[in-house]
Structure formats: C-alpha cells, structure tokens
C-alpha cells in the first residue's frame, strides 16, 4: 500500500492537487489580507474622514468600562445592552469627526497652549495640593485604555467644540415676553380651606362573618397567596474546583517562572518632584533656585507665580511616566539632583529625584505556592471547559444530572425557592454561586421548564446545570395561617371606604353651595384655612401634599378632594394670589438664565445634527454588529 502510494505521488495529476492544496491553506493562512482588498473596512464615514473598526471597538470597550464602573455589579451587559452601547459611542465618534471636518472648513485649530491649559483646568486632574496632578492623568489612561496623543487629541476636540458651540450658544436670548409669566406661574401662590377626614376617625367597622372574610381573601388574591415554588437540582462545576485536582510539577513551575518573570521584578523606582512652566527661561530660573537649596514650599510658590504648577509626584517607575523626554531626564538623573528643564506638550519639566528604591526580584522560591496556584488554575480554565462539554454530552445522552454529577466531579445541590431566592419558611436559599452571579443563577431556574434536560450554561467562573424536579404554582395560602391578617385587611379597608364615603358627602355639599364651615360643622370635622402655599408639595405643608396638584388645577372657588396617607381630604379653594415678576429682578434673572440654559442645549443639539447632514455620514451596518466587542 505504502510503495502505491509513493508511486502516484510522483504522477502529474497528484502534483497538481498538491499545488491547489497548498495554495489553499496559503488563501486561509492570509485571510485578512485576502479579505479585505477592495473591501470596506471602515465602520464609518463622515466626510472624508473614516472611523475603522478598532477605533470603534476601542471606544465601546471604554464606554462598557465606564457604564460597569459606575453601576458595579448591578450592571449586566447582555446582547441588547453591548449593542446599544457600541452604537453610542459610534455615534459620538461620529459627532467628533463632523465636528473636526466643520472645523476645518471654517479654519478652526487648538493651539498647544490651549490643550495644556483645558487639561490643567480639569477638576479631576487635580492633588489634594491644588496642582495638576500627573499620577492622576496617568491613571485616567489606564482606566480608559488610552495613551497621551489620543487623550490630547480628545481634548483638542473639546476646545473645537467648545469653540464652535460658544458661537452657537451665543444665539440663545430670552425675552421678558417668555420669563415674566414663567416667573410669575411659578411664584403663583393659592389659600384653601381644607377639612381631613382621617381614617382613624371613623367607627368600628361591624365584625365580618367567616365567610366574609373567605370571599375578601379570593378577591385579593396577590396579598395573600404563595409565590410559586420551584425544588431545583443544581450542579456545578468551577474552575477552583478542578484547580484542586491538578498537580503542578516542579519543572513546570520553572517553565511558567521564567515566563512569568516580569511579573516578578519590581523596577527601579524613583520619588520624584516635578514643576511645571510654560517658559523657558522661567524654568531654568527656577531649576538654579532650586539645586541653589530652596525649600520645595518655595519652588511651588515660585512656580504658581510664573503661571505654572508643581506637585509631589510620589515614588514612580519609568513606565508610569509616559513622556520619553521626562522619564529619560528622570531616571538619569543622581539622587537628590535637580535635572535640566525638559519640554512635552504640557511646558517645561523641571524634575527632582529625592531618592532611588532599586530593582528587586523575587525568586521562584519565594513564589513557589503563588505561582502553582496561578499555573493550576491557568490549566484548570481549559479542563473545565473540556470536562463541562464531557458533561454536556453525557446530559444529551440521556444521563440523569446526579449521575452526571457524580460521573465528573460536580457539586450537586437540591434547593427549593421562590423567584426571590427564599425558601417556604422565608428564609434566604443559600446558593452555590458568589452574591454576583446569585440573580443570574434565580433567573435560569425559573426560565428552565420542568421535563427538559439539563445543559450546561457558564456563568462567572463556573458551569451550571439546572434540573428542575418540581413546580409549585402559585396559590392561596390557607385562610387558617392568614386569618389574623385578612381580618385586618379587611377592616382598614371598611375604615377606607366609610372615610371615602363621608370625604363624598362633602365634595358634593361644597358643589352644591355649601360654605365649607357648615359643610365641616354637619360632619363633625375642623376646617383649616391654609395658605399662601405654593405648586412644590414639599413646601406646602400643613397642606396635604396630595391637595397640591387639584387646587393649581381649580376654578376660583372649586372644590376638590383627594386620598392622603392617612384618609381623605376636601378642600375649597379660597384665593388665587397673583405675583407680579416686575418686582423680583432677581428672580427674572434666574428664570432668563434657565431658559436661555436650555434654548442653548437645543441650538446645540441641532446644530450637531446638522453639522451630521452636512458631513454626509455613511454607516457600514454590517461591521458595526462587530463593535460589540464579542
């Protein structure tokens, strides 16, 4: 067989189907390039200008990162959410690229200096010392997943924006014909007279039959019935646990050290002051005063005073400080020495090194346990995800899950809750599953239907498998066990309705003409006359804060009534007093200013769908489904 076959690979026709072999795998090994000619890769274009497909993934991974930062672990990044969010920020790139193309065309530009000085007056950018604090911006970078040339390039952006958008907020003006009556609805006050008929003012309800109180539990059916109740079977598999079972040879242990190593050495690390000048000869000036033996109390002074800024910058290493000239002038610098002024976009650094913590490194003895934690649970993440499909595969077979579960490994758990996660009693389920992953984990068991076959599903760093063994459905709880709170239920809500019933009554006597002090009289209730208050409920007070609305909606003399926390309340109203904005100047300032606050965002906001048509912004659909990151 072997010598046949040797023989037809010398042949012509074996040759051939050799070469079409291998100028296939050479076509897939160069996909990308083959791909891509003559084909679109940008995700956008505005203008002349595109947005390629990295630089709007790279922006919805910031915005992901932004949003999960801010909302913890309540956010949940489903498909709807990431694409949602990869649209928004597409679109912000969007409006950054039209707005640069409108700049151009109008022969806009942001000088250095006006980029340095934006990003010196950035609140958050600024030490506990008031200066402008480099530790901070670096760790901005980081967070954001950006470098200094496109941090300077987003706030240039800004300062164009700024700029453009001055002009058109410039157009916003808001005449005394549209504030004074804003003023003067607002400051608008109203006086009433009002009689509360509480709750607890009314007699005792007549005792309820048994049956009575049967046929209110059925008709109120949410306030007294048991959720539904589900006996689940969970099986889990986690990384840590497969962790546990493997062992880590010593001579792997040198392997991932040697590959490790970086993580390992501390670099050379220096505390460094810095002052920051927009001169030259400034700097020098101060460079000389400073290595002359000034106090660093002296040098900020000398520095603010020549429009600069200087801060402690801490113990740093070379990679925290992003600008080469810098870092260089820092780390050859002596200790204690003051180096000559170097130049970055943010002006002239004049750097002090106080001293030099030296490069370290620890040995692969001391981070023996450490790293074979490390490497066991590297390997382990693959075993789980080999074993979790082996599990997989024994479910669809027909495998029942503590079969599985005892086959493979598994932890297995029975637990019977609610959609809450308590038990019957009340009492929170324990689940095996961290607090993040414990309302993912409620939300499969009751999306999973009773008779189906488990399957695996990852969630955090574990797989799960849910088999659901019964369904209680919602139900009644017996009248026995919840006696004592339909008798209750019941009685406020006869209390409720005989308050209602006599609030009625004196609505209808006051449309009928009857003054509110007899009204009041015959049904045994005080009356109040309350006021000037005005439209806010918080401030109205002793008036009802239910009241507020009805009496700004009244006729002169009206009548109206409303529920409150504690019964009824039936109010008439009495007077309407009228503000005259003429005599608050003060006030028909803040009025124009609202106004014109919001006239403002609307110009802008048109301005920027406009600045959008002009640039004729063409979106290539099919290649922002991949900005979602997945």
Known sequence: MLTALRRMAGTWVAKILFALLVLSFAVWGIEDVVRNLGRET????????????????????????????????????????????????????????????????????????????????IPGLTGSDGAFSRPLLDSLLRQNDLNEAQFLQIIAGDVLRQQLAGAVRAGASAPDAMTAPLLAWAMERRVADVVVVPLAAMPEPEAPTEAQLRRWQENNPARFSAPEYR???????TTDAVAAEIEVPDSALAEAYEQRRAQYDTPERRAIRQAVLPEEAAARELAATWRGGAEFEAVEAAATAAGGSAANLGLLDRATLPIPAVAEAAFAAAPGS??????????????????IEPATTRTLAEVREELRREVARDRAADQAYERANRVEDALAGGSGIAEAAQRFGLQLVTVTLDASGRDPAGETVALPLPDAQREELLRAVFAARQGDAPRMAEMGDAFVAIEIRNVTPPALRPFETVEAAVREGYLAEARRRAAEERAAGLLAALRAGRSAAEAAQ?????????????????????????????????????????????????????????????????????????????????????????????????????????????
């Open 522 to 630: 015959e049904a045994g209730l005080p009356l109040a006359r309350l006021g000037p208050f005005g439209r806010n409920p918080a401030t109205a007070a002793p008036l009802p804060p239910e009241l507020v609305a009805p009496l700004f909606e009244a006729a002169p003399d009206g009548a109206t009534m409303a529920e409150t926390r504690d019964g009824f309340a039936v109010a008439r109203l009495v007077d309407i007093v009228r503000f005259d904005p003429a005599s608050d100047p003060l006030g028909l300032g803040r009025v124009r200013a609202e106004v014109e606050e919001a006239m403002q965002e609307e110009l802008e906001q048109q301005f920027a769908v406009a600045l959008r048509a002009r640039a004729g912004v063409t979106v290539n659909r099919n290649l922002l489904e991949q900005v979602t990151g997945r």
């Open 42 to 121: 940008a995700v956008a274009t505005v203008g002349s200008e595109k947005i390629e497909l990295t630089e709007a993934q790279a922006a919805a991974r910031r915005e992901m990162s932004r949003i999960a930062r801010q909302l913890g672990s309540r956010f949940e990044a489903d498909e709807n959410i990431r694409r949602a969010v990869a649209a928004s920020a597409l679109e912000q790139l969007v409006s950054d690229r039209a707005l640069r193309v409108e700049a151009r065309r109008m022969g806009l530009a942001a000088p250095a200096g006006t980029v340095r000085d934006a990003v010196f007056a």
């Open 338 to 355: 003051v180096a000559d002024p170097v130049q970055s976009p943010f002006g002239w650094h004049v750097l002090q090194v106080e001293r």
């Open 231 to 237: 006996q689940a079977a969970i099986a889990l598999l």
